[in-house]
Each structure stands twice: as C-alpha cells, then as structure tokens.
Nanobody, 127 residues
Framework: QLQLVESGGGLVQPGGSLRLSCALS????????IGWFRQAPGKEREGVSF????????HYADSVKGRFTISRDDAKNTVYLQMNSLTPEDTGVYYC????????????????????WGQGTQVTVSA
C-alpha cells in the first residue's frame, strides 16, 4: 500500500527554520514526481516545491525560492523540505504528494494532478 507520512512541523518564530520530512512506503521515487504543498486557513492549496519524476530536477514557487530547499534520501526513501527565513505567510498545513508517471523529469504543479497524499503537518510561524 502506497503511503506518505509527513513530520517535522511545529511552531517557529519569524526568521526561524524547520525541516519537514515525507517518509514514503510502498513505492520508491523511480517514476514518481513529488510535490510539497501548503494550505493556509481560508486559502487554496498551493505548491511550493517539486521533484521531477525519476530524477533530481527541482522547482520552486517564487514565494519560497531561495528560502526553501527540497531534497531526498533514497536510502531512507524520504523527501525533505528545508525551510529557512520563515515568515508568518508561510503558516499552513504542509502536505507531500506523489504522482506516478512513466516520463522522466516530468513535473506536476497542481494539487489535482496528484493521486497520493500524506496527512499533512502543521507549520505555524508566529512571534
């Protein structure tokens, strides 16, 4: 059974950092694209960072570029999101998602393109 489990959220002061983890089970990153999304109260879910399928290519939303870094540990079958210089606007529930594709290096940027989702982890940036 394919599962994604996020962890690492919490309360952090503005300017602080957090590292989110997304542990994958039931599949490997081969032929899957990965996305990190977030959803603030009353707002739509938005993509923040992405891995292209079967490769190391990455993409970031403009709002997080230069502050967030997506990475992966294939041995641990885990994807990470390092978040630095956090602001209150980064507050929300963060989700990781996976989508299978036979294409190599393909990105999916929108929530409805993803089939598999984790349960989410809350990130709150507040003084």
């Amino acid at each position: 059974q394919l599962q994604l489990v996020e962890s690492g959220g919490g309360l952090v002061q503005p300017g602080g950092s957090l590292r989110l983890s997304c542990a994958l089970s039931g599949f490997t990153l081969d032929y899957y694209a990965i996305g990190w999304f977030r959803q603030a109260p009353g707002k739509e879910r938005e993509g923040v960072s992405f891995f292209g399928s079967s490769g190391g290519n990455t993409h970031y939303a403009d709002s997080v570029k230069g502050r967030f870094t997506i990475s992966r540990d294939d041995a641990k079958n885990t994807v990470y999101l390092q978040m630095n210089s956090l602001t209150p606007e980064d507050t929300g529930v963060y989700y990781c998602a996976a989508q299978h594709t036979w294409s190599v290096g393909k990105f999916f940027f929108y929530p409805d393109e993803y089939t598999y989702w984790g349960q989410g982890t809350q990130v709150t940036v507040s003084a």
